[in-house]
């Protein structure tokens, strides 16, 4: 079972430009950031409606160059997000998965790295959000899988060259699809894979436009289950290995003032790998998760830790009695 509809709180973006002057080329990011999804993320919640909170963290001083080698003298700073929202699966049916989907009408960042300068602001502010209007997943004995689209709508502020940007000014497509294998006959042993290819509009009044990016994350992890006085769902907790793989596919283009650089050097990428830990209280239908997960192998970026912890309520069952 999908845990949490973490993607919905994938809209931090790392970082619009990553480098440092004469030394790292320039590289647009986008705005889904590895690392949002974990153990199990290629299963759909079962039909409900929930309300979920992710409150995200990323630190970092580092900005590797083409050859992945850090540049520059950058001071720490900490990347913060917080955005609820709102996952439903239903049971309705299209070629036998269930249709579901998620929203985060109100998203608040601080810290946006956007530049090729770690020196941003530290207030929180609207950044863009993210709609996921259509999902499906099916669930089979050995494996679950998933399929979606989503996008991002550029309703956080962004001007050219503006030091107080939240968002990132253009128009983000996710298309997503993913497995959970149960590796033993209990179905306590899982290890899961979510893909998400991401392509961009030009960005507001520019003719800057970001490569496409894919996403590769998952995690290999374990289920323990207690059974809970007069509940039939039981009390699950979840610990795991998590990692993830960011990717540009596709060249960024643009013209004006320095954007040659866009061009130059190799497309950026990222690893990084860690632990999670959640638990899932039925009496009270909710779920608690924990991610850390370091950076390593960046290329043209920043390289970081990340924290995640996301809160989930079920604010109301679908499943047919």
Known sequence: MRKVPAVGAALLAAATLAGAPGTASAQLKGHYVPGFTGLQNGSQAP??????????FYTTNTIKNDDGNTVGSNPTIA????????????????????????VVPIAFMKSRIESNSLDVPG???????????????????????????????????????????????????????????????????????????????????????????????????????????DSPIPKITNVGVVYYGQFKLTSDTG???????????????????????????????????LRAMPEFGARNRTQGFTFLFALGYQAKSLVHP
């Open 255 to 289: 013209s004006g003032p320095g954007a040659g650089a866009l061009l130059a050097g190799a497309k950026d990428r990222v690893f990084g790998a860690g632990l999670e830990g959640s638990l899932f209280l039925p009496a009270s239908k909710l779920l608690l998760d």
């Open 47 to 56: 039909p409900s409606i929930s309300l979920f909170l992710p409150v995200y």
């Open 79 to 102: 990347a913060s997000f917080i955005g609820p929202g709102i996952a439903w699966v239903t049971n309705a049916k299209l070629v036998g998965g269930n249709w579901g989907g998620q």
């Open 123 to 229: 207030s929180f502010a609207f950044t863009d959000i993210y709609v996921q209007p259509f999902q499906l997943g099916w669930e089979e004995s050995r494996a679950d899988f998933t399929t979606g689209w989503g996008f991002f709508l550029p309703t956080g502020k962004w001007h050219l060259g503006a030091s107080d940007n939240s968002g990132l000014g253009m128009w983000s497509n996710d298309f997503q699809a993913g497995t959970t294998v149960r590796l033993d006959s209990k179905h306590a042993w899982t290890t899961s894979l979510l893909a998400t290819y991401e392509i961009h509009s030009h960005k507001k009044d520019t003719d800057l436009k970001v490569g496409d990016i894919l996403t590769l994350e998952g995690g290999t992890g374990k289920a323990f289950y207690k059974q809970v006085k």
